[in-house]
């Protein structure tokens, strides 16, 4: 399967708990979504990217985040789509590697 197929794949809905709604844009690049239910906002400008995740029903954008990471954006938020979806695929990898979240039990 190709880096283009797990694109598809992730954007044609919910999927291995990885949603990816919408993603795209310059300046900044952005993205939303879910990761397993929780909504999820990824923003790369500036030189910096950052990906906050929420509790249900919460906006990711208003900064109540229940899991967030950040790195560097060498693309200055014109970050290809590839480039983005990759950022949070790792992302969601590490969200899965949580061992407790507010609200839940240990994992």
């Not at 399967?1 to 952005?30: A, E, H, K, V, Y």
């Not at 999820?40 to 906006?59: K, P, Q, S």
């Not at 992302?91 to 994992?107: H, I, L, S, V, Y």
Request: with cysteine.
């Amino acid at each position: 399967m190709s880096f283009d197929d797990i694109i598809t794949r992730l954007t044609d809905g919910p999927n291995i708990g990885l949603w990816i709604r919408t993603i795209g844009g310059s300046c900044p690049c952005q993205a939303d979504g879910t990761m397993d239910g929780y909504p999820f906002y990824f923003r790369a400008r500036h030189g910096l990217w950052t990906l906050d995740v929420c509790n249900a029903g919460n906006d990711p954008v208003d900064g109540d985040s229940i899991f967030s990471r950040d790195g560097d954006d060498p693309d200055n938020g014109y970050m290809p789509e590839a480039a983005a979806a990759k950022i949070i695929f790792e992302c969601w990898c590490d969200f899965q590697r949580r061992t407790e979240m507010p609200g839940e039990e240990a994992k």
